[in-house]
């Protein structure tokens, strides 16, 4: 069956260094994969969309890189800030039908 | 930006009433909106496929009788828990998928369902 797997344990860092979630998935390729932010008691947030021909995307202090032979993506936060603090989640088009599957999502907290 | 908007966001009623969930998607046409649940730390799972003008796709072990989906115009799809109970009590969730293509999903805040 498919999976999709993000590190199921919350992630503590220090303000001011670099975060790295990670989204693994077996048994497909995806045409892309996405990454989300969730507030506690919100709807998710589209951060970043990245393609199977695309090995790395950018924006701002944010950097996604997608390895299709591994089968994951890392998503990077550098110089964090506690207002980075929230539950990120990646997802993929497991269907093709443009219907999206989601991970568990890590939990991200940026002390101060 | 893209913006979905859901109303409620919090309900709370007895066991045995239908809520009625509305989503809006409020600067851009969705002729496909999607429906999520989310339970305390798990990922959202997906519900149904609504198709603006034709029947909702229900994901394998979602009753459609229970869910009801319409989506009667290109801004606005909306779900009907039918006689909820206590096990229906989560967190629902939409999106819309914007008509102009090559766009990611946009979700609303989501409804707090508490059935007492």
């Known amino acids: 069956s498919q999976k999709i797997e993000q590190n199921s344990e919350a992630l503590n860092i220090q303000e001011g260094k670099t975060a790295t979630l990670t989204c693994n998935y077996t048994?497909?390729?995806?045409?892309?994969l996405q990454w989300y932010r969730q507030d506690p008691g919100r709807g998710p947030v589209f951060l970043l969309l990245?393609?199977?021909?695309?090995k790395e995307k950018r924006k701002e202090r944010l950097k996604v890189t997608f390895d299709t032979t591994l089968k994951q993506s890392l998503f990077h936060i550098t110089a964090s800030q506690p207002a980075d603090s929230a539950t990120y989640l990646c997802?993929?088009?497991?269907?093709?039908?443009?219907?999206?599957?989601f991970g568990k999502g890590t939990m991200l907290l940026v002390s101060p | 930006g893209a913006v979905v908007s859901q109303h409620p966001s919090r309900v709370i009623c007895k066991s045995g009433t239908s809520v009625k969930i509305e989503c809006r998607s409020l600067?851009?046409?969705?002729?496909?909106m999607f429906w999520y649940r989310q339970f305390p730390k798990q990922s959202l799972m997906l519900m149904a496929t609504?198709?603006?003008?034709?029947?909702?796709?229900?994901e394998q072990g979602v009753e459609k009788d229970k869910f009801l989906i319409n989506h009667a115009s290109l801004t606005l799809s909306t779900l009907t828990v039918t006689s909820a109970h206590p096990e229906d009590s989560s967190f629902y969730i939409c999106?819309?998928?914007?008509?102009?293509?090559?766009?990611?999903?946009?979700f609303g805040d989501g409804t707090r369902l508490s059935i007492l």
């Open positions: 999106s819309a998928r914007d008509n102009r293509g090559n766009q990611p999903q946009h």
């Open positions: 048994n497909y390729s995806p045409a892309y």
């Open positions: 990245i393609r199977e021909n695309e």
């Open positions: 997802a993929l088009d497991i269907s093709g039908y443009s219907t999206l599957t």
């Open positions: 600067d851009f046409q969705a002729t496909t």
């Open positions: 609504s198709n603006e003008g034709s029947k909702a796709t229900y």
